[in-house]
């Protein structure tokens, strides 16, 4: 079967990390056409706007994209155009797996957990505004409905990947109508889902909880702002942002990329790991049902991790996105 692809390259890092992705995903015999189309700060003088229309219209056409990161200029006039995108296509559930890889060291062994994160609302619903000269509100937005939605999207993920437990992630003691109002519709959801373990945990202890012993939680649950900061600290866990891959799901569309940035201090220099948008499309094959590709490409890059020989900066080597790229495309050559 073959697939139309939306390719978009991003800021910064984002085209040669996306780059590199494309030529694994090629590598790995899966027919896909990709259409490629500009964002983020190139495309602001030509159009006025980090996000022109044919970008969503191009995301809704052929369903699926594999994205680079964009950089979201700050003090100027846009809100983040990854929030935007987001809520213009109602991507609504953040998944962002972390596990532990091998050959990469950390103090923790054993990890694989799964963030969920609820991805249109909370604090990042952009109501702020100013309250005379020297005071600022910003108003978080929880509903009923996004948050059962991304709690049975949560629950339904632990069923599919034969996942034992959910943790639901709040702060409920102290906002009790927002944080209180997610926790009850989880409790609620849950009642459905009698094979998965439910647990609750106030988002500080989650993050002590996390530091200790990771290797006890298994899928969290979280609002959109936890979800952000708690899957940066699971990326920690297992060897840094350059291994951590994420996706943007929804009804109609879905959006697959790196959980970082554009780290604009290291753009066009090809030294950045390529490892989290390959390991992004490796969620976005599995999603489009390629899992013969997914698994090989998972496969060859566990190869790469394990000979050590071709490992960017990050990950204590001083090979470059390119040349990560093609050692993983020769171990999958070499298993075909
Ligand atoms: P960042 O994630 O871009 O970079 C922080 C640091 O992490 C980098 O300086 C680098 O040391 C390291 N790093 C990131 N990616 C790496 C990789 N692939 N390999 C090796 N090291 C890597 O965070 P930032 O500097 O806070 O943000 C830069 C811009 O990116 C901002 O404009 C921000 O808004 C934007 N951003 C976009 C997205 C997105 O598009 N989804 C996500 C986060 C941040």
Redesign the pocket.
């Known amino acids: 079967m073959s697939h139309t692809i939306t390719l978009i390259p991003?800021?910064?890092?984002?085209p040669e990390?996306t780059e590199a992705a494309r030529r694994v995903i090629d590598a790995a015999g899966v027919r896909i056409r990709w259409e490629t189309v500009d964002a983020g700060e190139a495309v602001i003088p030509q159009y006025g706007t980090p996000l022109p229309r044919q970008v969503i219209d191009l995301i809704k056409k052929n369903k699926v994209a594999l994205?680079?990161?964009?950089?979201?200029?700050?003090g100027k006039g846009f809100r983040?155009?990854?929030v935007a995108l987001r809520r213009e296509l109602n991507l609504y559930a953040n998944v962002r797996p972390a596990r532990s890889l091998p050959g990469i060291e950390t103090r923790y062994r054993d990890v694989d957990l799964v963030v969920v994160r609820e991805n249109t609302e909370d604090l990042y619903a952009g109501i702020e505004h100013r309250v005379g000269n020297d005071a600022a509100e910003s108003i978080k937005i929880i509903t009923g409905e996004a948050s059962r939605r991304i709690a049975g999207y949560a629950f339904d993920l632990a069923r599919r990947q034969g996942r034992k437990k959910v943790t639901v992630v709040h702060k409920a003691n102290i906002m009790k109508l927002t944080d209180g109002l997610f926790l009850d519709c989880a409790r609620e959801v849950s009642k459905a889902y009698p094979d998965v373990i439910f647990e609750e945990m106030i988002v500080d202890a989650m993050c002590m909880k996390l530091v200790q012993s990771p290797e006890a939680y298994d899928v969290l649950l979280l609002p959109n702002l936890y979800g952000d900061i708690v899957s940066d600290l699971c990326a920690g866990l297992v060897g840094?942002?350059?291994v951590a891959p994420?996706a943007n799901i929804g009804a109609e569309a879905a959006v697959f990329?790196?959980?970082?940035?554009?780290?604009?201090?290291?753009a066009g220099k090809n030294?950045?790991?390529?490892?989290?948008?390959i390991l992004s499309g490796v969620m976005m094959l599995e999603y489009l049902g390629e899992r013969e590709a997914a698994e090989r490409i998972t496969a060859a890059v566990f190869k790469v991790l394990a000979n050590k020989s071709s490992l960017?900066?990050?990950l204590g080597g001083s090979a470059g996105?390119g040349e990560m790229a093609g050692a993983i495309i020769k171990a999958l050559e070499r298993n075909k």
């Open positions: 991003g800021d910064g890092i984002g990390i994205k680079g990161p964009l950089t979201t200029p700050v983040s155009i990854n840094g942002l350059g994420g990329e790196p959980v970082h940035g554009s780290a604009p201090k290291h030294r950045v790991n390529p490892l989290a948008t960017t900066y990050d996105t």
